[in-house]
């Protein structure tokens, strides 16, 4: 897992109720990525999650069922 810093405005998240971590809708490319971790037993970082802030978070979380960079795009405008 990243450290917990917002991906908008890079914020560090302290405490949990800071905000938190954001699961995207699943793009075909990050079906695969969890195909090849789980294969190897590996864990990270997914690329359709991101840490937002308290500020970002709900946002971001009205956003979810796009894939992450389609969210990105909307919530830097
Ligand atoms: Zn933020």
């Known amino acids: 897992m990243k450290p917990p810093i917002c ?3 890079d914020k560090r998240l302290d ?5 938190g971590l954001i699961y995207f809708e699943k793009r075909s490319s990050d079906k695969k990525w969890d ?3 789980e294969k190897k037993g590996m864990v990270g970082h997914p690329p359709y999650a991101e840490w ?3 500020e970002h978070y709900e946002k971001a979380n009205e956003l979810k069922d796009l894939a992450i960079h389609e969210a990105m795009k909307q919530l830097k405008s």
Request: some cysteine.
């Open 52 to 54: 937002f802030c308290k």
């Open 15 to 19: 405490y949990s109720d800071e905000g």
């Open 7 to 9: 991906c908008i405005c």
């Open 35 to 37: 195909k090849r971790m």
